[in-house]
């Protein structure tokens, strides 16, 4: 039965390119796998993934190993893992050189890298762009910010030896578009991410020339150049399926044809309709990392930060939070959701459909065993996870006294909500009303109601996660996990409500 279990979540990593190794690995203890027709050139990689046929015999305690016309030598020189850097582990050229000494010390990796824009250089160009509205195009090349990204950028190219050349078209265009911006006094949401894409543009030219410079052949990649494709939601942007085989197909067919570490900028990507840049949400080159793991279908997905993992808490709130040793992807996505911002919220996504390991580690401590999120843990030991804590959570009331009695009626409430699109955090119902968190990043969630039976506030929402552990009832090993959330304490402030008449009418026609 576990050998049933194990092998269907298999067989979705076996969607990607190079999911041999990784099964030869983890699998073959139990099962026998032939593959027939799988063809690894990337090129006819997207027709190759629909002719391959997959034949599987799961015979007790056999063990065998995956038959595929590709040669042991091919399988031998795949790309194993992602590695994330973020912002955090790139601050200056002194990281930088730290971080490509931190990769080539797995000597037995081949990494695709992801990174981050250095240090906050997200935050100063969004700022330099907020600025530029009303500063007035003569006024714009003394923006303090864009003069700081300009310094922090040649000064790392100049100090890790890398022409700036590599970036001096970057900075050029970076100052005209805060020029468009002053001459529109706008700053639009599509405007937003093409601004704050030039951080991670930057960053991966750079840090790709360091590594070539010192003898570590590299190759730049922009995310939106090689299928990232995403949903037109500038700030905000989905992943859509339709990136996972492009992605392939760009970085295992380059890889193929010509080995390079592929550096990869993390964060963005290309709405399908607008064909403009997009950016995945703050934080969002985790995701970035993810997506890449699932597509190629890499043994372990590594994501550094400047902290020993996951930890109980916010250090920044609490100093002596501790690392979490195991988490779950369901743990980690909800960790990450309910506001702990060491990862991005929807990055657990893509690898637990790949089943495909995180770890979180301290770029700045690497002997630390950090974090390691996998579909299942061993939940007996586990009593409190962690503590985080959101800000801004849009909590609505809905009370009617039709309710009472009633069938359908939170059908009917929750239709709305799918009508228009906005999702729902956290529920808890009586007899005579609903209570709901919505997430705070999405906009709509700012501009709701305020009115009689219906309000919202802004709340903070403190989340306890742990796990109850049911040892009485159930055969021993035999546990339920349960989730719980606690409202415990709410920082009301009044709250801005402009364009939400739709829901409002909505609800009201119910209620
Ligand atoms: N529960 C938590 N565990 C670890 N770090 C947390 C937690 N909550 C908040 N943080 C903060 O998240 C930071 C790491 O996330 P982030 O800044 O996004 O890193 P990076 O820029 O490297 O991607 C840490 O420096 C820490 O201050
Ligand atoms: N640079 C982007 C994307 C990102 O993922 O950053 P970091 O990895 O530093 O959190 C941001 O600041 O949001």
Known sequence: MANTLHFSATLQAAASPVFSKRMNKMHCQSLRVQMVNYNSEATNLALSRSNRVLKVSCEAARVDVLEM???????????????????????????????AELILSFRNERPVIVLSAMGKTTNKLLLAGEKAVSCGVTNVDSIEELNIIKELHLQTAKELGVDESVIAKHLEELEQLLKGIAMMKELTPRTKDYLASFGECMSTRIFSAYMNKIGAKARQYDAFKIGFITTDDFTNA?????????????????????PAIPIVTGFLGKGWRSCAITTLGRGGSDLTATTIGK????????????????????????????????????????????????????????AREGDIPVRVKNSYNSNAPGTLITRTRDMSKAVLTSIVLKRNVTMLDIVSTRMLGQFGFLAKVFSIFEDLGISVDVVAT?????????????????????QASVWHLLFVMICIFYSLYYGIYFPAGYFINVYFWHLISSVNVPSFNRNSTMLWKSLRKLL
Not at 433 to 449: C, E, G, Q
Request: glycine share 4%; hydrophobic share 40%.
């Open 69 to 99: 016309n590709k040669t042991d030598n091919q399988a031998e020189t795949q790309l194993t893992c992602v590695m994330k850097f973020g912002g955090s582990s790139l601050a200056s050229a002194e990281r930088m050189r730290e971080v």
């Open 238 to 258: 989905d992943i859509l399926e339709a990136t996972y085989p492009a992605v392939a197909q760009s970085l295992h067919g380059d890889w193929i044809r010509d």
């Open 295 to 350: 597509a190629l279908g890499l043994r372990e997905i590594q994501v550094w930060k400047d902290v020993d993992g996951v930890l109980t808490c916010d250090p920044n709130i609490y100093p002596h939070a501790e690392p979490v040793p195991y988490l779950t992807f369901d743990e980690a996505a909800e960790l990450a959701y309910f506001g702990a911002q060491v990862l991005h919220p929807q990055s657990m996504r893509p």
């Open 430 to 450: 009586s007899e005579v009303s609903i209570s709901l968190t919505l997430d705070p990043s999405k906009l709509w969630s700012r501009d709701l109601i305020q």
